[in-house]
């Protein structure tokens, strides 16, 4: 099973940018990666994903803000997070799938089969 080790969180201000990084060992690097969140006191929900095929999810909240990109030969997942928002802050984790895709509509946490520690992002505004 593939390990994955998070980093790049940290305390920003509103409208400042941050670059999520995750790094896999131990297995293959998988073709269908997702970055995930949970808030305090909320359930964690997905926020981007990519597939094998090439092809990124984001959720509606994220849209436009957020980007999603891989490295394959780094083993290497990356959210960059622009113009962030208080509502972004929360423990953002990364996740690793034997899968190849997400089945319509979205991502769910039942893909993936590796999960990383989570790396804390604070916005204050």
């Known amino acids: 099973q593939v390990q994955l080790v998070e980093s790049g969180g940290g305390s920003v201000q509103a409208g400042d940018s941050l670059r999520l990084s995750c790094i896999a060992s131990?297995?293959?690097?998988?073709?269908?990666v997702g970055w995930f969140r949970q808030a305090p006191g909320k359930e964690r929900e997905v926020v981007s994903a990519?597939?094998?095929?090439?092809?990124?999810y984001y959720a509606d909240s994220v849209k436009g803000r957020f980007t999603i990109s891989r490295d394959n030969a780094q083993k290497t997942v990356y959210l960059q997070m622009n113009s962030l928002k208080a509502e972004d802050t929360a423990v953002y984790y990364c996740?690793?799938?034997?899968?190849?895709?997400?089945?319509?509509?979205?991502?769910?946490?039942?893909?993936?089969?590796?999960w990383g520690q989570g790396t804390q992002v604070t916005v204050s505004s």
């Open positions: 990519v597939n094998w095929f090439g092809s990124t």
């Open positions: 131990g297995g293959t690097f998988s073709s269908y």
């Open positions: 996740a690793a799938s034997l899968r190849t895709s997400w089945r319509w509509p979205s991502p769910v946490e039942t893909d993936f089969n590796s």
